[in-house]
């Protein structure tokens, strides 16, 4: 079995909430998880970033931050998914990686990794700096139009969570 037929069940069966399935998978792959992210190939990398939320792997968010900082727009684009996907019921994910989503959302080389981590960041709290850096994005000229879309849809949702607390 491959990591993305592995990640594969994992996903089902985490679906499915067969959770002692579930771990008893997470054991059994953790070492290959770990090994495919160090991997010189982008590709196994990305692959691999990807497993960890398909494996709802949190205790591999540190390794998500190795993602996040990855060379490739590929592996960093994975890793925003999978930290996306894990933030989804953990919004407390999204808030430790804060700085290095805004960082990412500002400022990176690739524009669909720069949506992916607006799109990460509708997870989170509304909090105010946040709120600020993607009405900047929103309001610039100077951006992808559908960055700026995804950066008023995002900041329009933080700021109505905001009103709900």
């Not at 010189?40 to 692959?47: E, H, L, P």
């Not at 949190?58 to 890793?79: H, T």
Request: hydrophobic fraction near 40%; include cysteine; proline fraction near 2%.
């Amino acid at each position: 079995m491959t990591l993305a037929e592995a990640a594969a069940e994992a996903d089902s069966l985490a679906q499915a909430g067969d959770e002692r399935a579930l771990a008893n998978l997470r054991s059994e792959w953790d070492d290959e998880i770990e090994s495919a992210a160090r991997n010189s190939d982008y590709r196994i990398r990305a692959q691999a970033y990807r497993a960890i939320a398909q494996f709802r792997f949190r205790q591999k968010r540190e390794l998500l931050r190795r993602g996040l900082e990855d060379e490739s727009p590929a592996a960093r684009g994975s890793a925003l998914i999978a930290l996306e996907a894990l933030s989804r019921t953990h919004p407390g994910d999204v808030n430790s990686f804060r700085p290095l989503l805004h960082e990412l959302a500002a400022h990176d080389a690739n524009v669909a990794v720069r949506r992916l981590a607006v799109i990460c960041l509708k997870n989170g709290s509304p909090q105010r700096d946040t709120i600020q850096l993607l009405e900047g994005i929103a309001d610039s000229d100077d951006e992808d139009a559908e960055l700026r879309k995804t950066a008023r849809v995002v900041r329009s949702a933080l700021k109505k969570k905001a009103v709900a607390k």
